[in-house]
């Protein structure tokens, strides 16, 4: 998820490959996408499409889990243009990338607000590095 690692990355946070030069841990077990068929025409054509995405992740300061593993879905749905198979699937792959954006920022948002409630008020924050370790995107398809 490079829009992850992008929105990750900022003046007190350095993304590091090597988790021991990491303080906090953060591990995108399953990243997927899917597609599901949702309506036919009367004569059996594909007329509308649901594309889902998915992330599971946790994070890890040293010992200490943060995050508790979650998952992040995002669904989307699309009308089928049975004419336009070309302009179907980069239909599908904009609505796919949009959501891979919502769900990185979805997923620093929580980082953010995890990472406020266990830090005591009187602590100022010191600068961070931390690990990403994400899957490649697993893709499936159902009714295509």
Partial sequence: MR???????????????????ASAV?????????STLLAISR???PIEYRVTYSVRFSLMVGNAVLIEPQTIALTRTYN?????AAGNEETEQALGN?????????IVFRIQAAA???????VAPMPAKATVSAP??????SSH
Wanted: glycine share 2%.
């Fill in 3 to 21: 829009n992850l690692r992008r929105n990750l990355a900022s003046d007190t946070t350095t993304i590091v490959d090597d988790p021991t030069l």
């Fill in 80 to 84: 089928y243009n049975i004419a336009d």
């Fill in 116 to 122: 406020r409630n266990a830090m005591p008020p009187a």
């Fill in 98 to 106: 949009a959501m891979e954006t919502d769900i990185a920022q979805l």
């Fill in 136 to 141: 490649a995107i697993a893709t499936t398809s």
């Fill in 43 to 45: 004569s059996g054509q």
């Fill in 26 to 34: 953060l591990d995108v077990s399953q990243a997927s996408s899917s």
